[in-house]
């Protein structure tokens, strides 16, 4: 079992596993189990009631996200890692237009910060309705949610089945899901 004192030397490692653990999905940014179902009516994941999980989205995705009564969008990539896609203060301003939050908790391949986890804890804490947060792929989306929920005390099994049915694999943070969870 994990103890406190090894957990931030676990955060240093969580960059490596991510990098070497989510690359292939990241690359191709979709889930083949994804059934043809779920493609076609959505490109996002719910997780849960609150949350959803998405590949990166467009500006005209806002407006889907608002029709499916999404208040809060969380922005888990980094500008400039695709320069073709849209940037964080794109996205910003189409929220904003809707009538959408917006937060930026970017993720880059170094891994996971116990702030990033904080700040994802307190978005969902103060989000006012459903939230969308999205990456390259949607894979740091759900391991950051994953890694909050354990923080919050969720049963690592309930968390792993809960990204499964959404088409993720939390392997890459399982540890760190499992260390969470148990200082709880």
Known sequence: MMTIGKLNIAWIALGAILMTGCTAEAESGQDESQS??????SMFRKLNEQISVSPQIS?????????????????????GEDPSAPQSADIEAAAKAAGIDYLAIPI??????????????????????KALAYCRSGTRSTLLWSLAQAKL?????????LAANAGYDITPVRPMVDGLAAGN
Not at 36 to 41: A, D, I
Not at 59 to 78: C, F, H, M, Y
């Open 36 to 41: 043809v179902e779920q493609k076609e009516q």
């Open 153 to 161: 005390g969720m049963s690592p099994d309930e968390i792993a089945r």
């Open 59 to 79: 500006l005209a995705d806002v407006e889907a996200a608002k029709a499916e009564g999404v208040t809060l969008i969380i922005n888990n990539r980094p500008d």
């Open 108 to 129: 880059t391949h170094s891994g996971f910060s116990a702030p990033q986890v904080d700040a994802m804890i307190e978005a969902l804490d103060k989000a006012d309705g």
